[in-house]
Every structure is written in structure tokens, then in C-alpha cells.
């Protein structure tokens, strides 16, 4: 069993503090004693132990430089830590979870899974109809005009546009249902 030291027996803020000195010691005690508690909370956001990982060492850089400013009566540095380490995880989740919203992937994605006319009058209309359908679809939410698009034209499931967004079922319904909703909206709009 290795030996304690002083710096493994400091408070929490003392340790803070050491880590805003510089101290190699104090540093390596400050992971040591919440290295735990912050993988397991990192890791219970993403679901994703490599994830977590880079979420880690994310938080430990970001309480170092933030360490000297600090403040024990606003909250523990466990608590402080920890809000620190549930903001790097959703932003990590929500880098990883986005999918490229411009305008160029929707309209990849309809002209994918819209089939090419047989005949030149019939492709004339065919692209004049796919280009209303994807101002409308720019007209909505990206995520919302997505699961239309996947739904509607390529036949996906509702399971199927929550797999394939990373998305629970329920929102990938909900996306489906409002987008359509929204699409409706702006064709009633344009028909008056």
C-alpha cells in the first residue's frame, strides 16, 4: 500500500487552492480524490467510457485554470467540480450528437432518397417539386426537417429515425409529428 501524504490528507480547498500554485503533488492528490466522481458522472452523460475520458481530462485543465478563482462559500469544490463536469459532458455530447445542419446535407438528403424521373417533362417537374419541398424544409428546424425527410421520403420507421439521428424514440415521434405539422403550416400559407 503506498503512503499517504500531507497532500492526500488536505481539505478539498486547500487541495483547490495547491492546484492554483502549481503543485505537482497537490495536483496529482486533487485527481486522485474526485478523479472518481467525475469519470462517473462524465460517463453517466455520454454513455461512452472514451468519451468520459476526454470529458476528464477536460474538467481537471478547466478546474486548474479556474481554481484561483474559487470561491468555498458558493458551493464544495466537489459540487463545483462536478457542475463543471456535467457542462463539459452535454457540450461533448452535443459536438458528437451533431450532425451537419447546413443547407447542402438537407438537400443531399432529399435528392438521395427522392428516385430520378423516367422522362425529361416528368424530371422537369420532379426537380421543380423537390426544390418547394426543400425551401419548405429549410423553412423548419434542421433536426425536425431531418426526421421529415428520413420518414417521409426514404421510409424510415420512427425507430428507425431514432437510430439513425442517436435520438430517443419518443423525440424522433416528436420531430416527425411537429415537422410534418410545421411543413403543413407553411404549404397553407403559401396556397392562400
Same mark, same amino acid.
Given at each position: 500500500? %503506498?503512503?499517504?501524504? @500531507?497532500?492526500?490528507?488536505?481539505? =478539498?480547498?486547500?487541495? +483547490?487552492?495547491? &492546484?492554483?500554485? *502549481?503543485?505537482? $503533488?497537490?495536483?496529482?492528490?486533487?485527481?486522485?480524490?474526485?478523479?472518481?466522481?467525475?469519470?462517473?458522472?462524465?460517463?453517466?452523460?455520454?454513455?461512452?467510457?472514451?468519451?468520459?475520458?476526454?470529458?476528464?481530462?477536460?474538467?481537471?485543465?478547466?478546474?486548474?485554470?479556474?481554481?484561483?478563482?474559487?470561491?468555498?462559500?458558493?458551493?464544495?469544490?466537489?459540487?463545483?467540480?462536478?457542475?463543471?463536469?456535467?457542462?463539459?459532458?452535454?457540450? %461533448?455530447?452535443?459536438? @458528437?450528437?451533431?450532425?451537419?445542419? =447546413?443547407?447542402?446535407? +438537407?438537400?443531399? &438528403?432529399?435528392? *438521395?432518397?427522392? $428516385?430520378?424521373?423516367?422522362?425529361?417533362?416528368?424530371?422537369?417537374?420532379?426537380?421543380?417539386?423537390?426544390?418547394?419541398?426543400?425551401?419548405?424544409?429549410?423553412?423548419?428546424?434542421?433536426?425536425?426537417?431531418?426526421?421529415?425527410?428520413?420518414?417521409?421520403?426514404?421510409?424510415?420507421?420512427?425507430?428507425?429515425?431514432?437510430?439513425?439521428?442517436?435520438?430517443?424514440?419518443?423525440?424522433?415521434?416528436?420531430?416527425?409529428?411537429?415537422?410534418?405539422?410545421?411543413?403543413?403550416?407553411?404549404?397553407?400559407?403559401?396556397?392562400?
Amino acid at each position: 500500500m %503506498a503512503p499517504v501524504s @500531507r497532500a492526500d490528507r488536505a481539505d =478539498d480547498a486547500a487541495l +483547490l487552492a495547491g &492546484l492554483a500554485l *502549481d503543485d505537482p $503533488a497537490v495536483s496529482a492528490a486533487f485527481v486522485r480524490r474526485f478523479q472518481g466522481a467525475v469519470f462517473g458522472m462524465a460517463v453517466g452523460i455520454t454513455r461512452d467510457p472514451a468519451l468520459a475520458e476526454d470529458v476528464c481530462q477536460e474538467v481537471f485543465v478547466k478546474a486548474w485554470s479556474a481554481a484561483a478563482g474559487y470561491d468555498v462559500r458558493r458551493a464544495s469544490v466537489l459540487t463545483w467540480l462536478l457542475t463543471i463536469t456535467r457542462n463539459a459532458a452535454i457540450d %461533448a455530447v452535443r459536438a @458528437r450528437r451533431s450532425t451537419p445542419t =447546413d443547407d447542402l446535407i +438537407l438537400d443531399q &438528403l432529399v435528392q *438521395d432518397t427522392t $428516385a430520378q424521373a423516367p422522362d425529361l417533362q416528368e424530371s422537369a417537374v420532379h426537380r421543380l417539386e423537390t426544390e418547394q419541398a426543400v425551401r419548405r424544409l429549410h423553412s423548419i428546424a434542421p433536426e425536425q426537417a431531418r426526421a421529415v425527410v428520413l420518414a417521409v421520403l426514404a421510409g424510415c420507421t420512427a425507430a428507425e429515425v431514432a437510430e439513425r439521428e442517436s435520438i430517443p424514440l419518443g423525440t424522433a415521434k416528436t420531430r416527425i409529428r411537429t415537422g410534418l405539422r410545421r411543413l403543413r403550416a407553411t404549404m397553407e400559407t403559401t396556397h392562400e
